[in-house]
């Protein structure tokens, strides 16, 4: 089985809405929340820090870990090709707020664009379950 870890952050601004990265990877495209991979050594918290900037052009200060999301992905369900096992991906989620910088699209990345959605706009987009979770254990939608 292979093994992916990664750190998102949910962030809302003073009107509620929540800060979402449109990732488009080849066929597949979603919502999600931004955030990405590990590099190699590097903490979870630099990750997110870095990600939320990468994705959006935000800078963020994290304001606690809301939780890990553990999640088996079946071989045929896996987006790229040529994989013949399992991928474990734990997901690190952070609340984190904004301190800086401007929103602007990712370049060459996994994601193509970032914007702010009201949370009641988000069961309507086409997004990812990560979302769910995250707002979920954010405290921003009921169970």
Known sequence: MDLRVAAYAVITDGDGRVLLAHWNQGHRAAWTLPGGGLEAGEDPESAARREVREETGYRVELDGLLGIDSRVIPVRERI?????????????????????????NEVDG????????????????????LIDVGLHLAGLTPA
Request: positive net charge; hydrophobic residues 40%; without cysteine.
């Open 80 to 104: 790229q090709s040529g994989h013949d096992r399992p991928l474990h991906a734990l997901r690190v989620i952070y609340r984190a707020h904004v301190v800086g910088g401007r929103l602007r």
């Open 110 to 129: 996994s994601t193509d664009r970032a914007e702010w959605f009201a949370l009641e706009a988000i069961p309507t987009l086409q997004h990812v379950k």
